[in-house]
């Protein structure tokens, strides 16, 4: 039986307001963006989160429940030798204030399908359904496009989000399940993009150029870092390119939040933490205008 690596099933409205959304979020991503706001979706292994201001003084039931005695007491918060940590989640599981958390679970087809067939009902009165998100889905190939498959299969909406960095024989295999495509692009130059994310964005530009010559709906979604791609530069060069595709796409901004620099603390990672800056509001403005003007379906929010 195949399985997967997922992170989290999260059910919220959809952001253009059809119906009903809910998220599958896969674990792993070959990307390493400096402003990732989910880097507990980075890793494929599952991993622990603390958050020690959550710790009650009078529980720390979780202390003795540790088989490996990883868990101490410290200045009445709860402390993790992680080195010691093998990941059972069981400290997690008794935690009754959230203070543990095991970011990752392995699933079968069956118990995925078993969580989004809970939401058909809302799917069906609103005109929603499942997005695909991660992490990079195509991280785990095989168990993606089984699961794509039992999506369509029971003929629910089907919407995925992804870097771009994938194979593309892996990305057209895709096509014929998804009914529309969330394609993230960070920058338009290479050796910048390749700075700040771990990778060059060679095929991520050619597969988004393969991708709308299939016809098939995109939304091309742009996160905006001050200093970082909200430069007039970047943004001219990403609407030349996007004109120039056979399918004209429409746009999100994603403009910058912090969320990610806690979670870094949380993963007991605070030498990754890198905090950016949002652009202002008013050369967020300009940007959708600029957009706008030239012919783009644009919104702020994904």
Request: net charge negative; with cysteine; hydrophobic share 40%.
């Amino acid at each position: 039986m195949i399985k997967g690596w997922i992170l989290d099933i999260r059910r919220l409205p959809r952001s253009d307001g059809q119906g009903v959304q809910t998220t599958v979020f896969f674990k792993g991503c070959p990307l390493r963006c400096q402003w990732c706001h989910n880097p507990e979706g980075i890793a494929m292994n599952p991993e622990l989160m603390v958050s020690e201001n959550r710790c009650e003084e009078a529980c720390f039931l979780c202390i003795p429940d540790c088989p490996r005695s990883a868990l101490t007491k410290h200045n009445g918060r709860i402390a993790v030798a992680l080195e010691k940590c093998n990941l059972c989640g069981r400290c997690a599981d008794v935690c009754a204030y959230e203070a543990l958390a095991l970011a990752g679970k392995e699933v079968s087809i069956a118990e995925l399908m078993t969580e989004v067939e809970k939401d058909r009902i809302f799917f069906d009165e609103s005109g929603g359904g499942v997005t695909v998100s991660g992490g990079e889905p195509f991280g785990q190939v095989p168990f993606l496009l089984e699961f794509l498959g039992a999506l369509k299969e029971r003929e629910i909406h089907l919407t995925l989000d992804t870097s771009g960095y994938v194979p593309l024989d892996d990305l057209l295999k895709a096509c014929c399940y998804v009914d529309l495509f969330l394609f993230d692009l960070k920058m338009m130059d290479g050796s910048k993009h390749e700075d700040y994310t771990g990778v060059a964005n060679d095929l991520i530009l050619d597969n988004l150029v393969k991708l709308a010559a299939q016809g098939l709906p995109v939304e091309v979604r742009i996160p905006l870092i001050a200093g970082i791609n909200d430069d007039v530069s970047n943004i001219r060069e990403t609407v030349e390119f996007l004109r120039s595709l056979k399918t004209k796409p429409k746009v999100s901004l994603l403009p910058y939040h912090r969320g990610g620099c806690e979670k870094y603390n949380r993963l007991g990672k605070r030498n990754h933490i890198k905090a950016f800056e949002s652009p202002s509001e008013r050369h967020i403005a300009k940007i959708m205008t600029f957009f706008s003007d030239q012919g783009f379906s644009v919104k702020r929010g994904g």
